[in-house]
């Protein structure tokens, strides 16, 4: 486990997730562990109530699997192959009417943040990849006006020794993100 340094106290749903690339690719998720993680999806906070993420769920063993995982950026085909399921995560920024829904993106990622912290909870690992290909995962949604964002590798953690390097080492390192300080801006008077 890679337990975050905060500066202030989190709930160790948020400092303990993390997003591994060693699974095990022995493991299965049961249908009712994917539909509990879409299902914490589906209640994520949503503009207007419009709900604009839609989920493409993968399981390893399936030629869709297999064709999403073609996608991915080779370097991401090293270990996400191990991973129970891939599942694609895309908005329809668009509304039926023809406008735009700039915030069609931002509600997909709440709800895939969701997710990866029920997943969290229920002792799954989730990966969030934005290494892929979006024209070929594009066309194997085959759904108009959807946009795909991340792809999620997700299933149960492995050992880190079954990685390559650069990604054993990148398994073991510690967590590290800026501090808070960095991340505020100032409004302009």
Excluded: C
């Amino acid at each position: 486990m890679k337990t975050a340094t905060t500066t202030a106290p989190l709930h160790p749903l948020l400092t303990e997730r993390w997003s591994p690339r060693a699974f095990d690719n022995g493991h299965q998720l049961t249908p009712e562990q994917l539909t509990t993680l879409l299902e914490a999806a589906r209640w994520a906070p949503s503009a207007s109530n419009t709900q604009p993420w839609r989920f493409a769920v993968t399981e390893r063993g399936t030629e869709a699997h297999a064709r999403v995982l073609e996608a991915l950026a080779p370097g991401n085909q090293t270990w996400a192959h191990a991973a129970s399921a891939l599942i694609i995560a895309a908005a329809q920024t668009t509304a039926p009417d023809g406008t735009g829904r700039p915030w069609a993106i931002y509600d997909t990622g709440q709800a895939v943040a969701h997710l990866s912290v029920q997943a969290q909870h229920d002792g799954i690992a989730v990966h969030q990849l934005g290494g892929f290909d979006a024209a070929r995962i594009t066309a194997l949604l085959d759904q108009p006006g959807l946009t795909p964002l991340v792809v999620l590798a997700v299933g149960r953690r492995d050992e880190f020794g079954v990685l390559a390097e650069p990604f054993a080492a990148r398994e073991t390192a510690p967590r590290d993100r800026l501090p808070v300080t960095d991340l505020l801006v100032t409004v302009a008077a």
